[in-house]
């Protein structure tokens, strides 16, 4: 959950999503969801030029297991909260296993 | 099947049957009889009064009176008819209504009686008509005198309908057996005596006989007429209907018969049905109702269950329609009836002005809904309310069941599982949903949602309440029994190759299950530690170790956050006894979270000066998570903590990796970025606590800071680095400060201050000049000139002289330098200078 959570925060920032084909999309997050499929509004592709079949598709949604990397803007990731939260995270599995 | 061989079978058939069921059983036998009869002995018909009757059959039948009568008379009764016929065809399909028409037509001819047996195959073959429609239907219709006829019958049907029902099928072989015999017997009879009973045999015939006449004679016209029957009833029946008047016009000599015989048949009808004495006016019309109603009742029900099935829904409305159409008034039971049959357009064109108006208002009204249907659902009727439903519960159940265990522990969990988003939130002041909303408050939203719009589009609010009912319910049950029973996230079907693992929101199926052995690195980690050698063997293991340690340190730190959360209401004189153990509780696991803590940090590990390895707790600082801890660490230690802590770093300081890597040498004037980010943080993280806690000791802390790091540090170092300069400047000037806010402070004290002071000049005079980070063009001086000026302050004029020297070049050249520079960086360079320059008294401007 943790990078649905994390991606939460994303929402309404603009990110760049890189899929598993190569395409580049940026484009504003509007929801992203626990499989972390992606809808992104306003969206442009980085190489218009290489994929001018999505020139005129305004706003899509990606399903999570085609997404390669999200690029997102530094500002606005908290890192040590970040951190904090996969410390929990791993707390919680360890205490999982051994429970 | 020839249409030679049907035509005759049919005249027979018919005139037999349809005696039956229209006269009674008697009647038609005789009908039957005579018609077969008839044919044989014409000459007794006709010396009856059938000749008379012809005459003036001929003349109405053909002309309007007939079926304005009728139609009127039909059309009231029509109405009625179509009622009957209209609901059952409603059923049925609309073939059925158009069979109802079609029979309507057949019936002139007495023919309906043999039909009866013969039907239920013809019926079947009606079944085809729809197909065969368009080419013969026209023709029928083409031949529009058949409409007088049609109303007739139409009536005819309503009248007679129950009595042919119940007697037709047993009357009508008896009577055809008996017809040939019997016939001449009655034949003989009736010449004799021109009874009523005979007479309407004789009616029988003489239909009979116009039809066998006119498919002799006319082969031509019956054969176009006719050639349609073979397939379909109906080109049968307008021939018969026509055939009639046909006859009547070609051959009087056997026209004159059929009004004789509609004349015995008015008589019959009046003694079995009172209702048909209104439609007797004219004889003609009479003897052509009997057959048909008969027919109707008879092929109805074949029709019901044989045509029915063929027909198309929209074409049965149509007729349905149309049927009732001519029903409300006598023009239209005429025309109507046969169009609407047969096609659309005719049949309009036959309707009325106001009929017509509102049959294409309620089309259009119908089409315009239709099409108002058709855009609000494209693809409904994919799903059906059920099966939505049935979808959105499966989809609750999941994310119930999925995010169950977060309800169950309530906002505590939810913080666990979403921690980033809600804390992120919080600091962030991102505006979101209820930070501790719980999931089912979610899913009762979603469930409202759906509820309100089953509602609102449709009329069945109950069953939506009760599918939503049905939804919240077995939601509940699935978390209950998610909760009840552990999950199993594989499953193994015997027999099977392979595993199939499930996943859910929670647990998304695992890409890579790493096993981690048994004797893992914890083991290998904590077994080396103690040993103690750690020094000297491979750093990455005492990196691990401070790695673990540090991690220690947060996992010790977040459980003291999440519990200082969870502290209880505060203490009031008036709190139950409940609320003070619950207190009582916090307090102490705070307590013993703090020991945790304390111990985690490793502070109080022993110092030992000739190690190698840094102490823990430094090592710790020289891990960037580690300097992060160090102003949340300070939050939730205690006072003799701080000091403690702070000491320890003073002690360390040339130690600390900020300190001891961050020198720059002259082969590098400038820092690495890594060690220049690794400054920055520290400077960032780690020294605010402890300038926090600097500015608040009291002097002889101060004095105890610097002489630990006189004592215990290589000043030369530490001065020549921007942390250990920062502290040494926060020192200096805590003093200096205090001296400044208490004048009647301990003079002891501050005569051991000056000594330390005294020492420190003594230390870093030597290194002044390499104080200074970079070259002139580096901006980043602030801190140095910070130092000289805190060092300034507190000089002596002696002192301040040899600190100019020291730092002369320094400033002669930023001076310099600044001159060269705009204005706003000028200032701002100058001002860096001025910090010192007024410290001691002087101003760059002076230098100017």
């Known amino acids: ?99 | 099947m020839s249409f030679f061989g049907f035509d005759a079978t049919l005249p027979r058939d018919r005139g037999h049957s349809s005696k039956a069921p229209g006269f009674g059983q008697a009647q038609d036998a005789f009908a039957g009889l005579s018609g077969k009869g008839v044919a044989d002995d014409d000459d007794a018909l006709d010396f009856e009064e059938t000749y008379d009757g012809l005459g003036d059959q001929l003349d109405e039948t053909d002309d309007t009176f007939n079926d304005d009568t009728f139609g009127n008379d039909t059309a009231q009764a029509v109405g009625k008819d179509f009622d009957f016929a209209g609901q059952t065809s409603r059923v049925a399909d609309a073939i059925e209504g158009e069979g109802l028409l079609w029979q309507a037509k057949q019936p002139p001819p007495n023919i309906h009686a043999t039909r009866h047996n013969t039907q239920p195959a013809k019926p079947a073959k009606s079944g085809y008509e729809p197909y065969a429609q368009p080419t013969y239907i026209p023709d029928l219709e083409a031949n529009a005198s058949i409409w007088g006829i049609n109303p007739k019958r139409q009536a005819q049907p309503q009248q007679s309908h129950p009595r042919q029902e119940s007697q037709a099928p047993p009357a009508a072989p008896a009577r055809k057996m008996m017809s040939l015999e019997e016939v001449e017997a009655m034949m003989l009879s009736q010449s004799k005596k021109p009874a009523p009973q005979p007479a309407p045999q004789a009616a029988a015939f003489p239909s009979q006989a116009q039809y066998p006449a006119q498919y002799g004679q006319i082969p031509g016209q019956q054969g176009g007429f006719s050639g349609p029957p073979q397939i379909l009833q109906r080109p049968q029946q307008p021939p018969t209907s026509r055939a009639p008047p046909q006859a009547h016009a070609e051959l009087p000599g056997h026209a004159v018969p059929p009004p004789v015989q509609q004349q015995p048949t008015i008589l019959q009808r009046s003694r079995q049905s009172g209702p048909d004495q209104s439609a007797r006016h004219t004889p003609v019309q009479h003897a052509q109702r009997p057959p048909s109603q008969p027919r109707q009742i008879l092929q109805n029900p074949n029709r019901l269950s044989g045509h029915g099935q063929p027909i198309t829904q929209p074409g049965q409305q149509r007729q349905g329609e149309f049927q009732r159409g001519p029903q409300m008034g006598p023009a239209h039971a005429r025309g109507p009836s046969f169009p609407g049959v047969v096609t659309h357009p005719e049949q309009l064109l036959h309707l009325t002005e106001e009929e017509r108006a509102a049959y294409l208002i309620e089309d259009a009204k119908r089409a315009k809904r239709n099409h108002k249907i058709h855009l609000l659902s494209k693809d409904n009727g994919l799903m059906t309310p059920q099966d939505k439903n049935f979808i959105t519960r499966i989809q609750l159940q999941q994310l119930m069941a999925a995010t169950g265990g977060l309800e169950e522990h309530g906002p505590e969990a939810a913080l666990t599982e979403d921690f980033y988003y809600q804390v992120y939130c919080q600091i962030r002041g991102t505006p979101r949903q209820n930070p501790h909303q719980p999931a089912s408050q979610f899913a009762q939203t979603y469930l409202f949602q759906t509820g309100g719009r089953y509602g609102m589009g449709r009329r069945h609010h109950r069953g939506g309440d009760n599918h939503m009912q049905r939804m919240e319910q077995q939601v509940q049950r699935a978390v209950e029994a998610a909760k009840a029973k552990p999950k199993n996230k594989q499953l193994v079907i015997e027999g099977s190759l392979g595993k199939i693992s499930f996943s859910n929101s929670k647990t998304p199926k695992p890409l890579l299950n790493i096993k981690r052995p048994d004797h893992g690195d914890g083991t290998q980690g904590s077994g080396r530690r103690p040993s103690g050698v750690n020094a000297h063997g491979s750093p990455i293991i005492d990196r691990k170790t401070t790695l673990r340690n540090i991690e220690n340190v947060y996992d010790c730190l977040m459980k003291l956050e999440d519990h200082e959360r969870r502290m209880p209401p505060p203490l009031a004189e008036n709190s139950d006894p409940q609320t003070i153990q619950a207190h009582m509780e916090w307090q102490t696991q705070t307590q013993k979270l703090h020991e945790t803590l304390w111990q985690d940090l490793k502070i109080m590990e022993p110092i030992n000066p000739n190690s190698l390895t840094p102490h823990p707790f430094i090592a710790i600082l020289s891990h960037a998570k580690g300097k992060k801890a160090i102003p949340r660490i300070f939050r939730q230690i205690d006072e003799q903590q701080r000091i403690i802590m702070l000491t320890m770093i003073v002690v360390h300081l040339d130690m600390l990796s900020v300190v001891a890597k961050a020198i720059p040498s002259a082969d590098e004037p400038n820092l690495s970025p890594a060690i220049r980010e690794e400054v920055e943080l520290f400077s960032h993280a780690v020294m605010p606590p402890l300038f926090g806690h600097i500015a608040e000791s009291p002097l002889n802390i101060v004095i105890g800071l610097l002489g630990l790091i006189l004592d215990r540090t290589n000043l030369h170092l530490v001065a020549r680095t921007k942390i250990g300069m920062s502290l040494l400047t926060m020192l200096i000037s805590r003093a200096e400060l205090v001296k400044q806010s208490t004048p009647e402070m301990n003079p002891g004290d501050w005569e051991q201050w000056m000594q330390l002071y005294n020492r420190l000049f003594d230390a870093v005079e030597p290194v002044l000049p390499l104080i200074f980070p970079g070259s002139v063009n580096d901006t980043e001086d602030v801190y140095v000139w910070q130092f000289l000026a805190a060092m300034g302050v507190g000089a002596s004029p002696e002192q301040q002289q040899r600190l100019v020297l020291g730092v002369k070049d320094r400033v002669m050249d930023t001076v310099a330098v600044s001159k060269a520079l705009p204005a706003e960086l000028a200032s701002v360079r100058l001002g860096h200078v001025n910090l010192f320059m007024r410290a001691i008294g002087l101003d760059v401007e002076l230098l100017g």
Not at chain 1, 47 to 59: A, D, F, G, V, Y
């Open chain 1, 1 to 99: 959950m943790l990078f649905f959570s994390f991606f939460k925060t994303l929402i309404d920032h603009e990110v760049t999503v890189e899929l598993k084909n190569e395409i580049s999309i940026r484009g504003t997050l509007k929801s992203v969801d626990q499989f972390l499929n992606i809808k992104l509004d306003n969206i442009q592709v980085v190489e218009e030029i290489r994929w001018p079949h999505l020139s005129s598709t305004k706003n899509l949604f990606i399903r999570g297991s085609v997404v390669r990397y999200v690029h997102l803007p530094s500002s606005i990731v908290d890192t040590a909260l970040l951190e904090d939260a996969s410390r929990r995270e791993a707390t919680a599995a360890k205490e999982k296993k051994t429970g």
